[in-house]
């Protein structure tokens, strides 16, 4: 099989999450344990940082490997889901996993995948390890798929395990309150590794505490060890003055949403872990990568400017804090009227999402191309309960193309709702 072939035969045979939904989810690391013996532990053969949360873990696995890559060391990175190239969820030092390596694992490994018939995440995770051990990095970055306790990345023994923040999203499998979720998602703290909690929450620190006492982890809340001044635009980069109780820092993020604000603390704190593992990371360098995430990663689709005349921007924010961190960022947005490209999936509760959604905009309803979309004129049925008001359109494309014959000048284009309108929209 060639590359587009070796892809095909993954997609058609492979249960996948974000094609289908829970019928994919595996709800048991056997699979994953099955792979990597198979393939004589790649997992056991680097270090890792793990990375979970509700919102935030992709922006925070990009910024993190940013700054280790910057500082030296060889650095792998895997996230999910990818936007415009499958190859995006392996990189090592911002490069993607080459074609000829992907078909060269599925070509090696076909007899088993036929024989144990993993999900399309749990093989993709087992590529991932495979790929970071061949090429011998010295970290690697992992970013958990969904929730944590069970996720096939959960095979691994970090040396930090950073939590970003706990909200409502896939309550069909994780749980339908944040306690229930964020139980799944400390599943993810190990014994002795200290564990970074990126967002101080109230309604779920004591999940936390109680499992990490369990795990003899120590624990760490970001949120409690950073403060910081006003934030501003400047040159097209998010600038903070950050303190804590022993540095303070001059960032300009070159990743712009307001949300970013979480993250940078989360980053920071996770840093200030490593750093005591032995990692060498100086001031500079640490500037330095905050400020060029995009370029050394590789990382889009968060708070990203496609196009000046009119203003078209997209996010990848789907549920209920991802929407509200959009809103922030729009109302931060200097603009005439707004226009809303957007399209979510069919097995989430949506309601919430459509109740935040302002009613002075112009909705342009669409689906992305996956069996999981909601249907446009279901979208548009379902939002006019909330007197939002628009056309439903044949496609992502068609909604964008009306967006753009509609807007003037100095009118604002968003696009999202979910992560797949923002990958075709790209």
């Known amino acids: 099989m060639d590359y587009q072939q070796t892809l095909s035969y993954l997609y058609a045979k492979l249960p996948m999450f974000t094609r289908v939904g829970i019928s994919a989810f595996k709800k048991d690391l056997d699979n994953t344990l099955k792979f990597c013996h198979h393939l004589h532990h790649p997992e056991k053969k680097f270090k890792s940082v793990h990375i979970g949360g509700t919102n935030g873990k992709g922006s925070t696995s990009h910024i993190l490997a940013a700054i280790l890559q910057k500082a030296g060391y060889k ?49 993709t995770v087992a590529l991932a390890f495979q790929h970071f051990a061949k ?68 309604e779920v620190k004591q999940v936390f505490e109680d499992k990490a006492k369990e795990q003899d982890a120590p624990l760490i809340f970001a949120t409690n060890q950073w403060c910081y001044d006003d934030s501003k635009i400047v040159d097209g980069k998010r600038e903070i003055q950050i303190h804590g109780k022993e540095k303070s820092y001059q960032i300009a993020l070159d990743l712009t949403g307001t949300y970013q604000i979480k993250n940078i603390k989360t980053v920071l704190s ?105 249907p446009a004129d279901q979208l548009k049925e379902a939002a006019a309960k909330y007197n939002l008001k628009g056309l439903a359109y044949a496609d992502v494309e068609t909604a964008i193309k009306a967006a753009q014959q509609n807007a003037k000048t100095d009118d604002l284009i968003f696009i999202g709702g979910s992560t797949f309108v923002v990958a075709e929209a790209l």
């Open 270 to 374: 996770t840093i200030n872990q490593l750093k005591q593992k032995g990692f060498k990371i100086d001031d500079d360098v640490l500037i330095s990568a905050f400020s060029q995430v995009k370029k050394l990663t590789g990382l889009m689709g968060r708070w990203q400017t496609l196009s000046e005349d009119p203003l078209i921007i997209c996010d990848t924010g789907h549920n209920e804090d991802g929407i509200k961190e959009v809103l922030n960022n729009i109302n931060e947005t200097k603009f005439d009227s707004l226009h809303f490209v957007i399209g979510m999936v069919k097995d989430k509760d949506i309601s919430k999402v459509l109740s935040l959604l302002p009613a002075n905009a112009t909705y342009y309803f669409c689906a992305p191309k996956l069996e999981r979309a909601k």
């Open 75 to 123: 650095t792998g990175l895997y996230t999910s889901p990818h936007l415009k190239d499958f190859r995006e969820r392996i990189k090592i030092n911002g490069e993607m996993i080459s074609e000829q390596e992907v078909v060269a694992f599925v070509e090696e490994n076909q007899t088993f995948i036929d024989e144990v018939s993993p999900s399309f995440f749990e093989a």
């Open 135 to 202: 090429h011998q990095v010295d970290v690697a970055i992992i970013e958990v798929g969904l929730g944590g306790r069970l996720d096939s990345t959960n095979v691994i023994n970090p040396i930090v395990s950073v939590i970003t923040n706990i909200g409502l999203d896939h309550v069909d499998i994780l749980g339908d309150t944040l306690q229930k979720i964020a139980f799944e998602k400390a599943g993810i703290i190990k014994k002795n590794v200290p564990v970074v909690i990126g967002e101080y929450q109230e």
